[in-house]
């Protein structure tokens, strides 16, 4: 038997979206999905998808359900065999026994908890709209921060009287156990042994999990009453069904408008949340002033990828930002932030603006996060120490990005704002996730880093060896790969008509394959080859840098190969200089064309010399075959034939390069 801790974890576990697409392709309509229906055969979808409800139904056949139905309807599961599937797809262990009394009685507590805790905010709100007080006191606060009836009521905000033993009474006259009412933390007792309403004198912001049931509360002391007082808010502590970094408050009013719009506002107060649904934005959350933790992080998941941090300008905004924000980019989340003009919080924000005004603020101000850590880290930042600190910090941020691409497009603009090369910031990023592994699992890391260290020198070895044999004994081989290794994407020919009479231009990567394929000449090193090959196919694509392509290549030996020859050590090629500002656009444009220029002889002189280290080798190779004497006549003839023409074309590649060869 799962336990039913254990079940409701899987089934906040369970993406709808995630689960049904194991099985049907799903395209995005609105705030849904939609696709063919799995259950009966159709042409048009009718099978829609919905993440905030967490649901799925077909308007066709009327089958569907929640995560955990429509496995059982597809797979033919029973109930259990449906959980245990979603268990291993999410990786969440079951240990599967029948319940100890024990067990049983704490999850008949789980259950009294709630229903406790439902009473409970009916009271508070009770108190709120009828009793003297809450209408005068409480209701006339939250009139004061603006709050509507209709907002009010729908955040289920309440009051609780002064009266600190007046909760626990009514509530064990009505029968509630003064149990539950403690294990809630909604009382705690005083040294007479009676229950003391722990929120008594506070307005009341209940806690609605996403589930729609009321796990815990917060209370927050009156305008009047805060003068001196640390401690504005009370909130639950933790219990059965409360733990507050499980928990995100308004994550029940807000998951529609977050599956609808496709990405949810973060902000550190519960009144940030009220005042921006009133205002006309319902797609936001609170923390609650707590860094952000996997679960709340996963329950976002399951609504969307897109989250924009909006905090306050000052000093405790920007701290706030950049809290958790490593790990919101490990869990693959887009991360934006926007900080707020100093004065305003969302809450005063939104009173001051309209829905519209508010979000096109948003569109307009927003920034990335890895641009604003980087805006915020290296302002007018000198001192080279703290410079270099901060750069780690922004380079450990990038490091948690799991899309590869991302993380590359952020490493090569990092490279380009802070004027220190990628293969450098690469290295150091590398550090950052061996570091994580190794704590993450540290008998793992410690065997799968002396293996790989064991493989790395030996492979480091290697290479060194034959890049010194190369670099002596092929050199120019090697200086064409590094040739196209670091300039393989600039242009040295424009207007080039192809097979099909169009204009086009070519690269330095593709003037190279194109050059020596059209002579069926190959790189004698495989590695070469394939750089060669491979930097000429990438070349079709949008933004392709041959440099930063094979850097953060998937083959960790390309990779390596790829560093070793951007080294400065063995800087083999002379870089392209760089344009002068001062120059007019004319004067560029002629620059620019020097430069191709330049480019492209420096090229043909290498590709020249390479087909002469080529013709060498063929003439040494016939030479000692017309030394061998074991072959006729005839074929002796046609071997010195053959070599005469090898001389030829040999002295004519020499004149191209300039220097004539006689023999």
């Known amino acids: 038997m799962i336990d039913s801790l254990t079940v409701e974890r899987i089934k906040n576990a369970a ?57 059982m309807e597809h797979e033919q599961m029973t109930y259990p065999e449906a959980l245990r599937w979603l268990a291993r797809k999410y990786n969440i262990e079951i240990q599967e026994r029948e319940l100890t009394d024990e067990e049983r009685q704490q999850q008949s507590e789980r259950e009294s908890m709630f229903i406790v805790n439902e009473w409970v905010a009916n009271y508070f709100t009770e108190l709120l709209n009828n009793h003297p007080d809450g209408q005068a006191i409480g209701l006339q606060y939250f009139r004061s921060r603006g709050f509507r009836d209709d907002i009010i009521k729908k955040f289920q905000l309440g009051y609780s009287v002064v009266d600190r033993l007046a909760l626990g009474q009514t509530a064990t006259r009505l029968g509630y156990k003064e149990d539950f009412l403690l294990k809630t933390g909604i009382c705690y007792k005083n040294e007479r042994a009676q229950l003391i309403d722990r929120y008594a004198g506070r307005v009341i912001f209940p806690w609605i999990g996403v589930n729609g049931k009321v796990v815990g509360f917060g209370g927050r002391k009156l305008d009047q009453a805060t003068k001196g007082v640390q401690q504005k808010y009370v909130n639950s502590p933790d219990s059965e069904i409360y733990h507050k970094d499980h928990e995100l408050y308004g994550i029940y009013q807000a998951k529609k408008a977050i599956a609808k719009e496709d990405c949810v506002y973060m902000v550190e107060g519960y009144t940030d949340v009220v005042s921006m649904h009133q205002c006309g934005i319902e797609n936001v959350v609170a923390n609650s002033g707590t860094a952000l933790s996997v679960h709340q992080i996963h329950m976002l998941h399951r609504f969307t990828s897109n989250i924009v941090l909006l905090y306050d300008g000052d000093a405790a905004g920007i701290h706030a930002a950049m809290r958790g924000t490593d790990m919101l980019l490990a869990e693959g989340m887009n991360l934006k932030v926007l900080l707020l003009p100093d004065g305003d919080d969302p809450d005063s924000f939104a009173r001051k603006h309209t829905a519209a005004d508010f979000k096109e603020y948003i569109e307009r101000n927003q920034t990335d ?49 802070v004027g220190i090369k990628e293969s450098v910031l690469i290295s150091q990023m590398n550090v950052f996730v061996r570091n994580r592994r190794r704590a993450a699992n540290p008998t793992a890391a410690a065997e799968a880093e002396a293996e790989q260290t064991k493989r790395t020198d030996t492979q480091a070895s290697v290479n060194q ?65 394939r750089i060669m090959e491979e930097a000429a196919a990438e070349s079709g694509k949008d933004g392709f840098n041959a440099e930063r392509h094979f850097l953060h290549h998937e083959d960790q030996e390309i990779a390596r190969l790829a560093q070793t020859l951007t080294e400065d050590k063995y800087q083999l090629i002379s870089q392209t200089p760089q344009d002068d500002e001062n120059l007019s656009p004319d004067e560029k444009a002629q620059q620019e064309q020097k430069k191709q220029h330049r480019l492209l002889n420096q090229t043909n002189h290498l590709l020249l010399d390479f087909r002469k280290e080529w013709v060498d080798k063929q003439m040494k190779a016939v030479m000692e075959e017309v030394k061998n004497t074991s072959i006729d006549a005839e074929k002796k003839r046609q071997k010195l034939a053959e070599y005469q023409q090898l001389l030829k074309l040999r002295n004519t590649i020499a004149q191209q390069l300039g220097s004539e060869v006689v023999l």
């Open 369 to 417: 996060f890895i641009q604003f850590k980087t805006d915020l880290l290296l302002a007018n930042q000198t001192d080279p120490l703290k410079r270099t600190e901060a750069i780690s910090s922004i380079v450990e941020s990038i490091s948690m990005i799991g899309d590869h691409v991302l993380r590359d497009t952020y490493l090569h603009n990092c490279a380009q704002r």
């Open 465 to 529: 060896a034959l890049l010194r044999a190369q670099l002596k004994d092929n050199k120019v081989e090697t200086l064409l790969t590094q040739l196209i290794v670091r300039r393989g994407h600039e242009t040295v020919m424009d207007n080039v008509e192809d097979g099909k009479g169009n204009l086009v231009r070519l690269n330095v990567a593709q003037y190279i394959h194109y050059s020596l394929s059209a002579d069926n000449l190959r790189f004698a090193n495989s590695q070469y080859q």
């Open 15 to 71: 993406n709808i979206v995630d689960v049904v697409q194991e099985f049907v392709t799903l395209r995005k309509s609105g705030a849904n999905y939609k696709g063919l229906c799995p259950f009966h055969n159709e042409r048009t979808p009718s099978f829609f998808v919905s993440p905030s409800r967490g649901t799925c139904h077909c308007f066709g056949c009327g089958k569907g359900g929640n995560a955990v139905g429509f496995i």
